[in-house]
């Protein structure tokens, strides 16, 4: 209970100020601060991106927690667990359906590699179906190197130039 | 659940003398249960009298197949069978030659051995004469091999090429003419 202050009055209250950009550097600031992830949740690794989106981890804090079930919606695809051949037209299809621009993150060994099963059944690595922007190793990878994979593509949206397409 | 040998062996003599019309059957003493091998040619009047019988097996819980390669013949189908009534289980045998792979069908007896009868017929090329809808259930339709006989290479034959055909099917430009959609999936 200490004395009150009063608060000094704002410089530009009323909507006065005004900053200098370059419009690039605004799309690339928007898109990559409002990622919204297409949760491609295959096996076990779904859980893991469950608790990456959960409050201990908390994915809001980057922007991207607005994951939709919907492709329409969606620019980030995170390909979660094991792709077998039987899905890998229905996980083509979802991509094709997503929005341009989009990206696509590899979640785990078996979507990066096939992992441990080496079989007749599964894709061996969904490069070989998707164009993928980063692999993330592991079985099933912490939440934060998936965060840290999340930041890695925001780092590379920062870099492309959406006006030169 | 572990059952003591001895009455592992008082339910076999019980199980003989069940099936003693039975020409060619014949129980084993298993290590958990007793083994009943039925010849294939009596294989639904065994199990019918399984089922309705006093022992009243109503339950098929497992069915599948092991493939016993150089012994001829050479597949072997299990059934798992399971008394609610008396808490008790006999495992059924049945074999089956490669090049006429086809067993009677138990989906008359129990409903429930649809799924299971397609998953030995998807995994095992194994036919089962009379099964009402016999498809493969776990790997695509149009799918070559059977991938659990013992000749299948574990990296498969081809494993992309169904992928592959409806890639190139997509390609192609759509039909144009009226009432053909763009597939299933439309982009």
Known sequence: MGSLIEAPEPRNAGGQGFFTTRLQHLINWGRKNSLWPMPLGLSCCAIEMMAMVGPRYDLARFGAEAMRFTPRQCDLMIVAGTLTWKMAQAARTVYDQMPEPKWVIAMGVCSSSGGMYKNYAVVQGIDSILPVDIYVPGCPPRPDAVIDALLKIQKKIEKERPLAR | ?187
């Open chain 2, 1 to 187: 659940m572990r059952i003591p040998p001895d009455q592992i062996r008082n339910q076999a003599e019980e199980l003989r003398s069940l099936v003693a019309g039975i020409e060619g059957a014949s129980v084993e003493e298993g290590i958990d249960m007793p083994v009943l091998h039925l010849p294939r040619e009596r294989l639904l009047e065994g199990l019918q009298i399984l089922r309705d019988g006093p022992l009243a097996f109503r339950h098929c819980s497992m069915l599948t197949a092991v493939d016993r390669m150089p012994e001829e013949p050479r597949f072997e189908v299990v059934y798992g069978l399971y008394s609610i009534e008396h808490n008790r289980w006999v495992r059924v045998k049945t074999r089956c030659g490669e090049f006429d792979a086809v067993v009677p069908s138990v989906t008359g007896l129990w409903p429930g051995a649809n799924w299971l009868e397609r998953e030995c017929y998807d995994m095992f090329g194994i036919r089962f004469a009379d099964h009402p809808d016999l498809r493969r259930i776990l790997m695509p339709e149009g799918y070559e091999g059977f991938p659990l006989r013992k000749e299948f290479p574990r990296e498969g034959i081809e494993p992309g090429r169904l992928y592959r055909e409806w890639e190139r099917r997509r390609q192609e430009p759509p039909a144009t003419a009226a009432g053909e959609s763009a597939g299933r999936y439309e982009v």
